[in-house]
């Protein structure tokens, strides 16, 4: 079922909430032990309300994070109906960082790094009940209120079903917090029946029922304790992991893994980062929208959303000298590939309503005023996305994991061939001589088209699909205020040159051709029927023309065009792959490398079930050529 477009905290719903914040205890004086033995604790709050418990458990997550075990705290919450920022408890110390960092109200899952990354809070907008059967998370603390129509009205009494997902989400050890009045029986015997039961657990205020979770039946193996005490998730020692890849999905998980304090050797074979397909003078980040909400909508919706999240965080955007990332966030404007499509784009427009800031319909009359010239049609309006210089972006990211200080660059290599040693559990990188370049328990191939080179990922199927951009002088070029996208892409002018593409070509040729100049340039002229005549030369550079620049590079890209993030089938512990990127490496990269890396650390999930299981690198794993053939997208342009 595709989702609803959400429905923000109404006024009544507000005023309820600052009446139970008046009256309700705000969460535990001092973290319980089913947080402080963790290394990373995870709370799962159901009566978020306006952040009063997080906040308090923030303050105290705080005192306690240096000398503990506790280093680093997830907070996770499932919201019916979000508030809008400035509705947040005025919480002194941290409110102020939480309205920063506050989603859009968009459906789904939205993952804060806060803290410089010590807290890190999922917000999930959604049902209750259809959010907690998608929830993926080690759960050690639940805050619970008794009645949850408190939150959303149109939520079911607890009944035993339900308690049963919090159980199957709930650590040994784990903990309840539940806050309400008459209707804590109801939710006491449901609870009782999946395995919690009434003890004192710590300091709370009066009227707060406190419940552990102690089943008397068998648990899974991953979640098993000696007792009913906390059984504590270590980190995996020895937190060292072998990327091989130095693009957009390698030095984004490396700073991922890095900034949990892993140690990282980073392998590639060229001189430097970006040298193969991150390698582009420009590429757009922006997500995809659908009337249907598709999985492609909804991944690419969570990835923009932390992209621009981390793009901030690692210093801004921007092409005066010293940006941490040259690029800009200047809008884009998505016309669709033809009338069929623009109809689509602007039915969905009137069904969704998103919000100004993240996309808007643009008629054809509007788009034309805004670029100066008539335009193919209507598309959508993102006024938050922008252009981004790829390898400017890696090389922030390498700097990033590089400043955590565990981190050993091997350039010039080549990984020929990878082995596994049995006695040591270590992955073992060879270049083509036998000599090993590096080892570690851990390998990331985050390597796109070229891992299908390594035996361990040969079977995979992956296509290697030839992309080249042409490179237009800005001399001359009209000064779009925005971006554009369509059947291909624009940028804006940096160092001279605007960056348009891409080919999509089913041949392997190196060198720049004319043909796809040729092509690239009708592209162009589709989305601007009028370029020609606004070109301040006598039109544009014919596409044999010598001077005319470019880039070719080979797209990284799976049957169904998502991403495979996860434990590579059939192969040794220890082996993931960040692989099938295609053309939204930028807006890829970020998410999939913190979804990675919650992966190997045992951390909840930044996504829900669902999605996680449409980007699992066995989920092609039994199907036979032709299914595969039948579920590849055409071969033009995303």
């Known amino acids: 079922m595709p989702a609803c477009p959400l429905q923000p905290a109404s006024p009544e719903l507000l005023a309820a909430w600052r009446a139970d914040a008046a009256q309700t205890a705000p969460g535990p004086v001092e973290l319980p032990d089913c947080l402080s033995a963790q290394h990373t604790a995870v709370v799962l709050d159901l009566h978020f309300g306006l952040g009063l418990a997080f906040f308090a458990t923030w303050h105290a997550f705080a005192r306690q994070?240096?000398?503990?075990?506790?280093?680093?705290?997830?907070?996770?919450?499932?919201?019916?109906?979000?508030?809008?920022?400035?509705?947040?408890?005025?919480?002194?110390?941290?409110?102020?960082?939480?309205?920063?960092?506050?989603?859009?109200?968009?459906?789904?899952?939205?993952?804060?790094?806060?803290?410089?990354?010590?807290?890190?809070?999922?917000?999930?907008?959604?049902?209750?009940?259809?959010?907690?059967?998608?929830?993926?998370?080690?759960?050690?603390?639940?805050?619970?209120?008794?009645?949850?129509?408190?939150?959303?009205?149109?939520?079911?009494?607890?009944?035993?079903?339900?308690?049963?997902?919090?159980?199957?989400?709930?650590?040994?050890?784990?903990?309840?917090?539940?806050?309400?009045?008459?209707?804590?029986?109801?939710?006491?015997?449901?609870?009782?029946?999946?395995?919690?039961?009434?003890?004192?657990?710590?300091?709370?205020?009066?009227?707060?029922?406190?419940?552990?979770?102690?089943?008397?039946?068998?648990?899974?193996?991953?979640?098993?304790?000696?007792?009913?005490?906390?059984?504590?998730?270590?980190?995996?020692?020895?937190?060292?992991?072998?990327?091989?890849?130095?693009g957009l999905a390698g030095t984004a998980v490396a700073e991922r893994l890095a900034a949990r304090g892993w140690r990282i050797d980073l392998v590639d074979a060229g001189p430097d980062v970006a040298t193969r397909a991150s390698g582009n003078h420009g590429g757009l980040f922006m997500p995809a929208l659908a009337r249907d909400d598709s999985p492609l909508a909804r991944l690419t919706r969570a990835a923009f959303l932390f992209a621009t999240q981390r793009w901030q965080a690692l210093g801004g955007v921007g092409l005066e000298e010293g940006a941490a990332i040259t690029g800009e966030c200047c809008g884009i404007l998505q016309f669709g590939r033809d009338a069929k499509q623009a109809w689509s784009f602007e039915q969905g427009a009137q069904q969704w309503q998103y919000p100004a800031r993240y996309a808007r319909w643009m008629s054809a009359d509007d788009s034309a005023a805004?670029?100066?010239?008539?335009?193919?049609?209507?598309?959508?309006?993102?006024?938050?996305?922008?252009?981004?210089?790829?390898?400017?972006?890696?090389?922030?990211?390498?700097?990033?994991?590089?400043?955590?200080?565990?981190?050993?660059?091997?350039?010039?290599?080549?990984?020929?061939?990878?082995?596994?040693?049995?006695?040591?559990?270590?992955?073992?990188?060879?270049?083509?001589?036998?000599?090993?370049?590096?080892?570690?328990?851990?390998?990331?191939?985050?390597?796109?088209?070229?891992?299908?080179?390594?035996?361990?990922?040969?079977?995979?199927?992956?296509?290697?699909?030839?992309?080249?951009?042409?490179?237009?002088?800005?001399?001359?070029?009209?000064?779009?205020?925005?971006?554009?996208?369509?059947?291909?892409?624009?940028?804006?002018?940096?160092?001279?040159?605007?960056?348009?593409?891409?080919?999509?070509?089913?041949?392997?040729?190196?060198?720049?051709?004319?043909?796809?100049?040729?092509?690239?340039?009708?592209?162009?002229?589709?989305?601007?029927?009028?370029?020609?005549?606004?070109?301040g030369q006598p039109g544009l550079p014919g596409a044999a023309d010598p001077d005319l620049g470019g880039r070719v590079g080979q797209r990284c890209i799976a049957p169904d065009r998502l991403p495979l993030v996860g434990a590579l089938p059939g192969q040794e512990p220890g082996l993931y792959g960040l692989l099938g990127y295609a053309s939204r490496g930028l807006i890829w990269a970020p998410l999939m490398a913190e979804l990675l890396a919650s992966m190997i650390e045992r951390e909840p999930l930044p996504l829900p079930r669902d999605l996680i299981s449409a980007l699992d690198p066995a989920r092609f794993v039994g199907l036979s050529a032709g299914a595969l053939d039948a579920i590849n997208a055409p071969s033009a342009p995303e």
């Not at 369509?486 to 190196?510: E, H, K, V």
Request: proline content about 9%; overall charge neutral; aromatic content about 8%.
């Open 370 to 535: 805004v670029l100066g010239m008539p335009t193919m049609g209507g598309g959508y309006f993102f006024p938050e996305a922008g252009w981004l210089h790829p390898p400017s972006v890696c090389r922030r990211l390498l700097a990033q994991a590089g400043s955590y200080g565990q981190l050993a660059t091997h350039f010039g290599r080549a990984v020929a061939r990878l082995q596994r040693l049995q006695e040591s559990e270590q992955w073992q990188a060879l270049d083509a001589d036998g000599s090993v370049i590096a080892q570690a328990p851990v390998v990331i191939l985050a390597a796109g088209a070229q891992a299908r080179a390594l035996a361990q990922a040969a079977d995979l199927p992956l296509n290697a699909v030839r992309g080249q951009v042409t490179h237009l002088p800005a001399q001359g070029f009209p000064d779009l205020p925005h971006a554009l996208c369509g059947d291909g892409y624009l940028t804006r002018p940096y160092a001279g040159q605007i960056c348009m593409g891409a080919s999509y070509d089913r041949f392997d040729d190196p060198a720049l051709r004319a043909d796809s100049h040729a092509d690239n340039l009708d592209r162009l002229r589709h989305m601007l029927p009028e370029i020609d005549q606004h070109h």
């Open 65 to 246: 994070r240096g000398p503990g075990p506790v280093q680093r705290l997830h907070y996770i919450a499932i919201l019916p109906h979000p508030p809008a920022a400035d509705a947040l408890h005025p919480d002194s110390t941290y409110a102020q960082a939480l309205r920063e960092a506050w989603p859009l109200p968009l459906p789904g899952t939205h993952r804060l790094l806060l803290d410089e990354g010590r807290v890190v809070l999922t917000l999930i907008w959604g049902t209750l009940e259809e959010e907690l059967a998608r929830l993926e998370a080690p759960v050690d603390l639940f805050y619970l209120h008794a009645d949850p129509q408190r939150f959303d009205a149109a939520a079911p009494p607890w009944h035993a079903h339900a308690c049963k997902r919090l159980a199957r989400l709930a650590w040994t050890g784990a903990q309840a917090m539940v806050w309400g009045g008459g209707e804590v029986e109801a939710l006491t015997a449901a609870m009782r029946q999946v395995g919690f039961i009434a003890r004192p657990c710590g300091q709370l205020r009066a009227g707060v029922l406190a419940l552990r979770y102690a089943p008397a039946w068998a648990r899974p193996a991953s979640h098993v304790a000696a007792s009913d005490t906390p059984l504590q998730r270590q980190p995996r020692q020895p937190r060292h992991a072998l990327v091989i890849g130095a």
